[in-house]
């Protein structure tokens, strides 16, 4: 993984800087690490937008059958969690947060399905999940991994609540395209390319014969990579 390195001078890198234009791009790199209050939800909303399309190529790369249990990391407002849900008929999703905003908006979109009990809604730390190991047969991760820990205990913990032989899936917006946006500083945000995913897949523990990258080109230049990666079974 690496981060940016910050800039002297003006422009994308210049996290440090003072100005109130650096500080406005500063706090929405922050909402979108934590969305917090008004202004945290308002960034839920949007980027409900945002991660449509992330979203829906990441869960078609999961291939989830009826009866599995899902896991999502990172939900949001909860849009991705009604395709989960859908997919996983007779089975079981649960998502975690860190956002009390975000865990509201999540919870009231998909209010039926809690009160079913197909769903289970958690605000915690990634890096303290609290499912038994083996609980999910599949994860998704959209957007989210910009914020995980430096050290990787984040993403060992997906790893451990996945069963053996469990696929996670995820996406990323590519360190090229994200260099040039000026709230992903490197106080909030850790940048990937193909390199540094496989890297942190592998550490946290998953098979590395069994990671797959794919680039996908969305709307307005954005380009992303699509992953998957599988834990490895009991028998290795």
Known sequence: MNRRPRSSAGGPGAAGADGPRSRLWGGLGRQLQRPTGLAGALVGRLMAVVNREPARLAVEALAIEPGEKVLELGFGSGASLEALLAKAQG????????????LAQ?????RAAIAARRLELVRA???????PESTFDKALLVNVLYFFDGEGRDMAETCRVL?????AAIYVTRRRTMENWPFSGADTHTLYEEEDLCRLLQAAGFDASHIRMR????MFGISGI???????DRDG
């Open 215 to 218: 680039r996908v080109e969305l």
């Open 91 to 102: 089975g079981w999703v649960a998502g975690v947060d860190h956002s009390a905003v975000m």
């Open 226 to 232: 699509v992953a998957t990666a599988r834990k490895p």
């Open 125 to 131: 730390p990634f890096a303290a999940l609290p499912w």
């Open 106 to 110: 999540a919870e009231h979109r998909n």
């Open 163 to 167: 069963r053996p032989g469990g696929v």
